[in-house]
């Protein structure tokens, strides 16, 4: 019986399981054996050794992109996770228009960004852009090497709050009331409770929020290829947008490659810390 049961459910996991052999490990392990090769999309590819690892991360280009994207995460993850929590505080509350808020929040996620990024860049144009025009004042948001990058993550956290603001309502709908009331009883203020009740059992969701938020923002490409192609100057220039361009307009899919799995063991090496520290302070029994 035991057999029969294990067999079913490999049975019935088998479908995912091939899309994620063949579009996750597979391609990654693609990357890995192109990041010791030197290949140029058109000759055949040559092994090098380690000769591309050397040369990416002695490259000051990709490590002033490193910086770019560390700076560009510290700035828009924040800012993302408060405002989504705080809007999701207010579209829990059953107010008046909840419903068609919920809707609008969620509208620019499931946009195309790079559609989006195009919308942004009309809007951000310094001569006939629709917010100079209405500050009635010519601002170069996109090319002044001090507002590049700030507008650029202004851009994705009004594209990403939605989502965040999504799962946050999720998890504060999810806590039991009677606790919520419970502490109301004892005398706890709306501050108190929020601080104190709520947010403590919203680890799970804050955990989930942020190791994806984190890993997205890391692999940004979108807005940053339709508003700036990572200028002025690289100010802009993420890990993602010199993959591309290393990999597409230099065709040096070796080294591309290199960059990638730096950027994965990052990723790895974040979502780790995050799962250690979460661990022991998250509780996901609410009963």
């Known amino acids: 019986m035991r057999r029969r049961t294990a067999l079913t459910g490999y049975a019935l996991l088998a ?17 890995v054996w192109l990041s010791f090769q030197s ?6 590819a040559r092994f090098v050794g380690l000769s591309n690892y050397a040369s990416v991360l002695g490259d000051p280009i990709f490590g002033n992109a490193l910086l770019v994207t560390l700076a560009f995460v510290v700035i828009v993850i924040p800012i993302q996770t408060g405002l989504g929590l ?7 509350r059953g107010l008046p228009g909840s419903i068609v808020l919920r809707t609008i929040y969620v509208l620019p996620w499931i946009s195309a960004p790079l559609a989006l990024g195009v919308v942004w860049k009309w809007i951000l144009a310094p001569t006939d852009g629709a917010l100079n025009t209405i500050l009635g004042v010519r601002i170069e948001w996109l090319t002044n090497p001090a507002l590049a990058l700030p507008a650029v993550c202004a851009v994705v956290i009004w594209t990403n709050v939605g989502y965040v603001t999504l799962f946050f309502m999720a ?5 039991p009331p009677h606790l919520v009331e ?8 709306p501050v108190a409770v ?7 059992l919203l680890r799970p969701t804050m955990f989930f929020v942020l190791v994806t938020s984190v890993i997205s923002t ?16 690289r100010r802009t220039d993420v890990v993602a947008n010199h993959i591309y361009e290393e990999a597409f307009q230099t065709f040096d899919l070796g080294r591309a490659s290199v960059m990638a799995v730096v950027l994965l063991a990052i990723l790895v090496a974040i979502t780790v810390g995050q799962q250690l520290y979460f661990r022991r302070r998250t509780t996901y029994d609410l009963s």
């Open 86 to 92: 705080l809007a999701a505080s207010f579209l829990t």
């Open 39 to 44: 290949w140029d999309l058109i000759s055949p």
């Open 218 to 233: 890391f692999q940004i490409f979108d807005q940053v290829y339709a508003l700036t192609g990572g200028g002025p100057g």
């Open 182 to 189: 419970a502490a109301r009883l004892d005398g706890a203020g």
């Open 194 to 200: 929020f601080w104190r009740i709520k947010l403590p």
């Open 15 to 31: 479908p995912s399981l091939f899309g994620v052999l063949c579009f996750l490990a597979l391609p990654v392990l693609i990357v």
């Open 171 to 175: 998890g504060l709908l999810n806590i």
